[in-house]
């Protein structure tokens, strides 16, 4: 079982950039799918990003494409988050999911959907200032 913890938030102001940091414990990195996702005070969980195993495939929320890209370190268990261009409706708890895909193909079929990831981590707060 994998554990994860996020790293990197905090106060930016708007049109700024920050990277988070998702670090993996505990389970075999590589064998998993990696996400991210947010929650804005008041308003449901929503994808941001996400990538298989290997890096081969990625995938985008449309209101993050082309300013944050997703990547990933199997050797160093860490997946990462880079985001530019910041926008106030960027604020929000960003979380770092994990789903292992070694035994089971269902993240393929909806990389967005926060119920096919098994793992969470706590999250971490990103604010966007004016």
């Known amino acids: 079982q994998v554990q994860l913890v996020e790293s990197g938030g905090g106060l930016v102001q708007a049109g700024g950039s920050l990277r988070l940091s998702c670090s993996a414990s505990g389970g075999t990195f590589s064998n998993y799918a990696m996400g991210w996702f947010r929650q804005a005070p008041g308003k449901e969980r929503e994808f941001v990003a996400a990538?298989?195993?290997?890096?081969?495939?990625?995938y985008y929320a449309d209101s993050v494409k082309g300013r944050f890209t997703i990547s990933r370190d199997n050797a160093k268990n860490t997946v990462a988050l880079q985001m530019y261009s910041l926008r106030l409706e960027d604020t929000a708890v960003y979380y770092c999911?994990?789903?292992?895909?070694?035994?089971?193909?269902?993240?393929?079929?909806?990389?967005?959907?926060?119920?096919?990831?098994?793992?969470w981590g706590q999250g971490t707060q990103v604010t966007v200032s004016s």
């Open positions: 990538m298989s195993w290997n890096g081969g495939m990625t």
């Open positions: 999911a994990a789903e292992d895909t070694l035994y089971s193909s269902r993240w393929y079929t909806s990389p967005k959907e926060s119920a096919e990831y098994d793992y």
